[in-house]
């Protein structure tokens, strides 16, 4: 504009005013191109911790043993029982599509954080219900908070496929990758402010420290997240890749935050992975757009527009043979959830989730009596549980580069699947192999904490590829309901089966009077079990890849031709 001002009367007639004109209308859209999408982002990056309440609960699942005087089966239901109402979770997919992602995040969460207050109450005994079992009421209270997480998962994980349709693994990958974050920031805070939990009641408090950050991160995600995307979907090009390297920057500062020993160093390092947790907020609501991404993108829409919404020059209608092309190659055709449990891929996939989802749970479930029971030192349960969530934080942060290679190159997605599944098998392999070694020697502890980066590593990379095989094989018009669907009933059988069934009836028979257990016989079997079935998983998957070798052909050729010029649009 100033450049215009000072132009003489010769050089405007010349056209100069218009080429400042024209540039000041590209800044203009270049500064608010996809600022719908930034906020979708933003909102459900956040909203998205609000789901990994239930992976810190080895943190204080030792203090809600001795409170009460709970069995291992007892304790167990506390944090498996609620994944059986998985099985509800499409009908959350269908509430979050009547409320819209807004009102889902919020109601969603506030109920969240209102049950996890409750069965703060109930478990440091300060809400007694009389005529009722402190085990039941506390499995009760949890199936309510459940409940919350189910109806913001159907909201926060769906919503960033749809605003960035063309980078949906990343997208995905960036928004799961967040779960695993709350986990280890609440644990390493929680160790920060009140020392390390053991048994006592003190490391209760770990409750109320989630129930604020749930209501903390649902009343931004709520306030964030817009209402419906563009039509058509307008990606900020360069945000899911800056992101992408902000969070691989924390999940590796993370991790070496988790594994520096207790002390002043780990303190004064604490503080500053919470300003890198609080980092991705700005940078994905306001990182610069480029200005040839842009006009590039802006080509491709149908209704070409500048920044005050009317049809601007600086971009030109797309030709009518791109814009009646197909725009589906990307995925195959859209299911319905009940067209989708119709299908032999959907239940391999259930089953490959089932295993991965199931073998994590066990961990995250039972770290404490695992490590009490191997001998290792009470120190290293905080430190498997923060590792476990700065893994998991990784694997769903870098899971879709390699996955998104071998697509580009027309192989199926589900090869990476079967990596994932060998990936826990050898995870579980591990565990097993720490029972044999000394108790409390440095073997067994770098050998639990090896095995515990794998299974994080391999249970975060399941999450994501959940979300994009659900779309590529069954279609973006269901994802909400299809994707709970997987969500809900593999984690809520994979939970049940392996988190409780299985290690409460093997711990029980080897558990003396005082419901205690120490050595092999207490977790070995199932260990064992695990790796055996997520060697069935590798084989599931791999048929699930057979099965679907043309459609990624298909999705590979359509990437190509829309590289080249006049190519079909994605």
Known sequence: RLELDRASPRERRGGVGLSVER???????????????????????????VTGCFYGFSMYSRALKKQFGLSQSQLDNVNTIPYAFGLLSPLFGKLSILLGPRLSILLGGLWCAAWQLVLFLLATRRLVLPSVAPSLSLVVASIFVYNGVQLVSAAVFSTPVVHFPRQRGQAASLVKSFVGLGATVVAQLYVLALGVPDDGPEALDCLLLWACTTLACALFGAACVPAAPDDPPREPVKVVPAL?????????????????????????LVPVMLALALLPMPLALFARNDRAAVRQLSLQHDTPTRADGRPSEMVPPRPAAAAAAPTRTLEAESLSPLQMLRTLDAWLLWYVASVVIGGGTTLTTNFGQI???SGAEGSLTPTCVSLFGACNFLGRLTCMAPSNALVSRGLPRAYFAAIIAVSMLGAHLGFLLALALPAGGGAQSATLLASTSVAG????????HMVVLSSEHFGSRHLSANYMFLDGCSGGAGTLL?????????YAAAADASHQCHGERCFGPTHIAIASLSLAAAGAALLLAFRNRPLYQRI???????????????
């Not at 991790?255 to 303190?267: C, F, I, N, R, S």
């Not at 590593?457 to 994501?464: I, N």
């Not at 590979?556 to 994605?570: K, M, N, T």
């Open 23 to 49: 540039q000041r209308r590209e800044f203009c859209a270049m500064a608010v191109y996809g600022f719908t999408s930034r906020r979708a982002i933003a909102g459900c990056l956040y909203g998205a911790i």
């Open 498 to 506: 392996l988190a409780n069934v299985l290690p409460s009836f093997i």
């Open 457 to 464: 590593l391999a249970f975060g990379s399941m999450w994501p």
């Open 556 to 570: 590979a050729s359509s990437r190509l031709e829309a590289l080249l010029p006049g190519g079909a649009p994605e």
């Open 244 to 268: 992408f390297i902000a969070l691989l920057v924390l999940g590796a500062f993370s991790t070496a935050v988790t594994l520096l020993p207790y002390g002043k160093v780990h303190d004064a």
């Open 371 to 373: 490590l009490s029971a």
